[in-house]
């Protein structure tokens, strides 16, 4: 079982870069795929970014790809996502999440068994 905690969102102008981060408490971390999913208001829940439990491969959706970055650090136990060029549709709750020895299904949010409280993001225009 792992714990996660998210932090580093705020309110930030457009074309700003915010790097959120994931702090992660439970056994075997370095076992566990992350993700980070964000929900903006009246929308459904979508998928950012994730970063495989083996060799750190990362997955984007083709539509984020380019200004969202995620990263581990498995001795500290913690997750990344680092967001450039930030526009006002980057407005949400962004948590992250991790699932077991994960190896496909990288985007599918009801396949991540565990899930932070999330972090707001605001980005003004």
């Known amino acids: 079982q792992v714990q996660l905690v998210e932090s580093g969102g705020g309110l930030v102008q457009a074309g700003g870069s915010l790097r959120l981060s994931c702090a992660a408490s439970?056994?075997?971390?370095?076992?566990?795929?992350l993700g980070w999913f964000r929900q903006a208001p009246g929308k459904e829940r979508e998928f950012v970014a994730a970063?495989?439990?083996?060799?750190?491969?990362?997955y984007y959706p083709d539509s984020l790809k380019g200004r969202f970055t995620i990263s581990r650090d498995d001795a500290n136990e913690m997750v990344y996502l680092e967001v450039n060029s930030l526009k006002p549709e980057d407005t949400a709750i962004y948590s992250c999440a991790a699932e077991l020895l994960k190896v496909s299904g990288w985007g599918e949010a009801h396949e991540y068994h565990y899930w932070g409280q999330g972090t707001q993001v605001t980005v003004s225009s």
């Open positions: 970063i495989s439990w083996a060799g750190g491969t990362t």
């Open positions: 439970g056994r075997t971390f370095s076992s566990y795929t």
